[in-house]
C-alpha cells in the first residue's frame, strides 16, 4: 500500500500584515498533484491544519476544499494540533461522518481508526493528537487520580493501549500505522521566530514505537526522520515556511511504500513567495536588485549606511518593485548623539521644526521627506495666530455647511 503523510499547513497564518493565502495555494497544488500521480490509499495529516482556533472563513475555506480534494483520491485523516479547535474539528467531523462512503475524519482524541481492506490488508491507525500536559492524566488511565507518571509516560500508556488495540483489530497480517502530533525528545526544532511548545514538558519518546510499520508525525516544522533510528517514522514538516526562521528549509510531503519491505520518500513542494532576507549596504541592494535577486519575493532587509537614509523605503522598493515589503531596518553607524551642555545657558535649544526633520530621518516612513516636514512647518506656524493653515479643508467645511442647511430647509417645507 501507499501513504501520503502531510502536516503543519498553518491555513490563515499571517508575515506581519501579509496573508499567506496565495502561498498555501502554490503548496498546495504541489501537495494535489503528488497525491493525483502516485494515487496512494491514504492520507495522514498529523496536525495544525489552521493557524489559529478560530481561523478567518477564508482560511477555513481553503481547507475544507483541499482536504475534499485529497479525499477524493484516498481516506483522509486530520489530526487536532496544538494550533487547531477541538470544538471546531468535531463540527466538521460530524458533518464528513455523514458522507457516504465515508473518506474524511477529524480526530480530536487519542483514538484507533480501521479499514477492513485496503489493497487485501487490514489497516489500523494508532492516532493521537496534540495532548496538553495538564490533560495527560484524563488519558493515561482508566483513573485519573491515580496516575502519578510525568508527561512521557502518559504518552507512553496513551501510545501502548493504541497500538496493543490496532493490533488485534488487523491481526498479524495487518498493518498497524502510528500517527502523532507531538514533541519527541531528540527531534530538532528548527529556528522558527515564534514560540513552539517544545521543551522538557511536553517531551515524549520513541520507546514502542516500533510495533508500528510507519510512524507519522505533526509539529516540528523541518522535516526530519524521528531521532534514535528505532522508530520507522518521520517529521512531514510544515507546508511552507512560515517565517523567516524557517527560510532556508525545504519543504516537503512524504511518501511511503509498504509492501515486503517499507520505503520512505520526501518529496519536495513548491511554497510559494520565498522569504528573502538581506544584510548590506544600499548599493549592493540595487545591485542584487537589478539582476532580478528579490522579484517576487517577501523581503527582510537590514541596510547599513554611515548615516541615516530618510528615504530608505522609497529607493528599495525603486530598486525592486517586484518584491513584497515585510520589513525594513536601517543599520546607522555615525548616530547622533547630543552632548549634555554643562554651561549654565544650555546652548541653543532646537526648534521643533529641527527636531521633527531629526526624527523623520531615521523613522520607517512612506511619505515623501520634504513634503511631510513642509507640511509640519505650515501646520507649526500657525500655533497661536487667529489665521492658520487651512489645507483645504475650509471650502469642503463652507460645502458641508451649504448641504446641511438645504437638507434642514427642505425637511421644513
Request: negative net charge; proline residues 6%.
Amino acid at each position: 500500500m501507499k501513504l501520503l503523510h502531510t502536516s503543519d499547513w498553518h491555513l490563515g497564518a499571517r508575515l506581519g500584515r501579509h496573508d499567506r493565502g496565495t502561498d498555501h495555494d502554490v503548496a498546495l497544488r504541489g501537495l494535489f498533484d503528488l497525491a493525483e500521480a502516485e494515487r496512494p490509499d491514504l492520507i495522514l495529516h498529523t496536525g495544525d491544519l489552521f493557524d489559529a482556533s478560530q481561523p478567518p472563513y477564508l482560511a477555513l475555506d481553503r481547507g475544507i476544499r483541499a482536504l475534499r480534494r485529497l479525499a477524493a483520491v484516498a481516506p483522509t485523516i486530520v489530526l487536532c494540533g496544538n494550533h487547531d479547535s477541538a470544538p471546531l474539528f468535531r463540527v466538521i467531523d460530524r458533518l464528513a461522518a455523514d458522507v457516504t462512503p465515508r473518506r474524511l475524519w477529524f480526530l480530536t482524541s487519542p483514538q484507533t481508526v480501521c479499514f477492513a481492506e485496503i489493497r487485501s490488508d487490514p489497516v489500523a491507525v494508532a492516532c493521537v493528537p496534540f495532548i496538553k500536559p495538564s490533560a495527560i492524566n484524563d488519558y493515561a488511565s482508566d483513573d485519573p487520580s491515580q496516575f502519578e507518571g510525568n508527561y512521557a509516560d502518559g504518552v507512553r500508556m496513551v501510545n501502548d493501549r493504541l497500538l496493543t488495540d490496532a493490533e488485534s483489530q488487523v491481526g498479524k497480517k495487518g498493518i498497524v500505522l502510528y500517527a502523532a502530533h507531538l514533541h519527541v525528545h531528540g527531534a530538532r526544532p528548527g529556528k522558527s521566530e515564534r514560540r513552539v511548545t517544545v521543551g522538557e514538558d511536553y517531551a515524549t519518546h520513541v520507546e514502542g514505537l516500533q510495533r508500528a510499520v510507519y510512524c507519522a508525525f505533526g509539529h516540528i516544522h523541518d522535516s526530519q526522520a524521528l531521532p534514535g533510528g528505532t522508530a520507522p517514522g518521520r517529521y512531514a514538516g510544515s507546508l511552507i515556511p512560515i517565517d523567516f526562521g524557517e527560510a532556508e528549509q525545504t519543504k516537503q510531503a512524504t511518501l511511503v511504500t509498504i509492501d515486503r519491505d517499507v520505503q520512505v520518500e520526501s518529496r519536495t513542494l513548491p511554497s510559494g513567495r520565498p522569504l528573502t532576507p538581506f544584510v548590506g549596504t544600499l548599493e549592493e541592494f540595487e545591485e542584487r536588485a537589478a539582476a532580478g535577486g528579490f522579484d517576487g519575493c517577501i523581503l527582510k532587509a537590514r541596510v547599513g549606511s554611515e548615516d541615516p537614509i530618510p528615504d530608505l523605503a522609497e529607493r528599495l522598493l525603486e530598486a525592486s518593485p517586484a518584491c513584497t515589503v515585510f520589513e525594513i531596518v536601517n543599520a546607522v553607524e555615525n548616530q547622533h548623539i547630543k552632548p549634555v551642555q554643562s554651561s549654565e545657558d544650555g546652548g541653543t535649544e532646537p526648534t521643533l521644526e529641527q527636531l521633527f526633520a531629526e526624527w523623520l530621518s531615521t523613522a520607517r516612513h512612506a511619505a515623501p521627506y520634504e513634503t511631510v516636514t513642509a507640511l509640519f512647518g505650515e501646520a507649526l506656524g500657525g500655533l497661536g495666530q487667529e489665521s492658520v493653515p487651512e489645507f483645504g479643508l475650509t471650502e469642503l467645511l463652507s460645502r458641508a455647511d451649504r448641504t446641511l442647511r438645504t437638507l434642514e430647509q427642505s425637511q421644513a417645507e
